[in-house]
């Protein structure tokens, strides 16, 4: 193989086999390892060197070189490997993102089912409760109702309204130990309820 540059380019260009088989041996080890600066793999490293040889061959009819075949072949490689990288990483926002959503859409619909399962578990429970105690707790709980409003509506005392709401909450509580999301809401609902008093 020739030691000028233009007559190397030129041989190429021409498809001259013999020249490009020489330009392979002679820098496809070194620009496995050139490329290996950027590639973590030199499984990765060797593909990339590979295809930057046979794009070489493969349109050495069209090739422009306007430096050294040397400084040609490595900024090849070089902006392949570049390339490759900036592709990984897109791919794996892209997967980030995938992972992401699917984790979220899974922990809504779990998220969902477990509320309707709960207030399904709730609903049951308050109509279990005896009638005049279940009227009591809806009022004080759905409509708002203070203690004392709630006397006057149904004509009992104040006493009867927080004695009622202590045995449906003493109840609730009982039903829904299983369910620790909802005692959650057992808290908040004594806390309206202390709060409507």
């Not at 040889?53 to 493969?58: D, Q, R, S, T, Y």
């Amino acid at each position: 193989m020739t030691d000028n540059n233009d007559s190397i380019i030129n041989g190429l260009q021409k498809g001259d086999r013999s020249i490009f088989e020489d330009l392979y041996k002679q820098y496809y080890v070194p620009l496995c390892y050139y490329c290996v600066k950027y590639i973590d793999k030199i499984e990765d490293a060797e593909e990339i060197v590979q295809d930057v040889f046979f794009k070489l061959w493969e349109k050495h009819a069209e090739i422009e070189i306007n430096s050294s075949i040397n400084a040609y072949l490595h900024r090849a490689v070089q902006n392949s490997a570049l390339n490759q990288i900036n592709k990984r990483k897109i791919v794996d926002r892209y997967m980030v993102s995938q992972d992401n959503n699917t984790s979220l859409s899974f922990d809504d619909g779990q998220k969902k089912m477990e509320d309707d399962e709960l207030r399904l578990v709730l609903k049951k429970a308050i109509l279990e409760l005896p009638e005049k105690r279940r009227e009591i707790f809806e009022l004080s709980r759905y409509d708002g109702l203070k203690y004392s409003s709630i006397a006057d509506q149904l004509s009992i005392s104040v006493k009867t309204v927080e004695s009622q709401m202590g045995k449906a909450l003493k109840y609730l509580r009982v039903v829904l130990k299983e369910y620790t999301p909802m005692l959650a809401i057992a808290a908040e609902i004594c806390r309206n309820i202390d709060v409507l008093k």
